[in-house]
């Protein structure tokens, strides 16, 4: 079985200020991990994921997280907040089917961050 | 390109009503699922399937029915519906490898009164 906590439901920046969004999972085999992101009345999108290689995933927007399997953790982080980053965010894990024993990729989502940016 | 389209994007119901929530992508993906949206639960996956005539359950499957006769079609039925199906549904999809990489439609708010 896979979950995922994310820490702190509400966060809030001052523009400009750093973002860490905080995401750990538990999976007992190895995972896929997934931030995403939604902006109010919409869909989820995709901002990046990790499935193998590289641990500094680098995704759109700015955002970048870091893989850390000793930490199981894979925090969402952005250099300098912008008004637009104002949504909430979700961190997902999934694994391959194989694994999973699932038909396909299949995705345990937290619960969510909301980030309020401050003028 | 349309991705995953979801109609209709409001609805409400009457308790023991029944309706369906179409889920329609273009982008001819293997993977498709729905998930219910709720206020401090993030989402959660109601059913999923891997290919035209193959569902199967998800996390709460409950009062809910899909089928899947072809590749860009998912619809889910709400056989009677119940307050406690009062939610933001979801509709998602994911090419078999993009290891989960799901591209999500718009969302369907639906009221159960």
């Known amino acids: 079985a896979q979950s995922v906590t994310q820490l702190g439901s509400h966060v809030s920046v001052s523009e400009g200020a750093l973002v860490l969004l905080r995401c750990n999972y538990s999976?007992?085999?190895?995972?896929?991990l997934f931030w995403y992101v939604q902006y109010p009345n919409q869909g989820l999108q995709l901002l990046l994921k990790y499935t193998t290689g590289a641990t500094l995933v680098k995704g759109i927007n700015g955002f970048e997280a870091e893989f850390k399997k000793s930490e199981t953790s894979f925090h969402l982080t952005k250099p300098s907040a912008h008004m637009s980053d104002a949504a909430e965010y979700f961190c997902a894990v999934s694994a391959l089917p194989a694994y999973s024993g699932a038909g396909s990729y299949q995705l345990t989502f937290g619960k969510g961050t909301k980030l309020s940016v401050i003028p | 390109n349309a991705g995953v389209t979801q109609t209709p994007k409001f609805q409400v119901l009457k308790t023991g009503q029944s309706m369906t929530l179409q889920c329609a992508q273009d982008?001819?993906?293997?993977?498709m699922s729905w998930y219910r949206q709720d206020p401090g639960m993030g989402l959660r996956l109601i059913h999923y399937s891997v290919g035209a005539g193959i569902t199967d359950q998800g996390e709460v499957p409950n009062g809910y029915n899909v089928s899947r006769s072809t590749t860009e079609d998912f619809p889910l039925r709400l056989l009677s519906a119940a307050p406690s199906q009062t939610s933001v549904y979801f509709c998602?999809?994911?090419?078999?490898?993009?290891?989960?990489?799901?591209?999500f439609g718009s969302g369907t708010r639906l009221t159960v009164v």
């Open positions: 982008m001819n993906h293997e993977y």
């Open positions: 999976s007992s085999v190895p995972p896929y």
């Open positions: 998602a999809s994911s090419s078999a490898g993009t290891g989960g990489g799901y591209t």
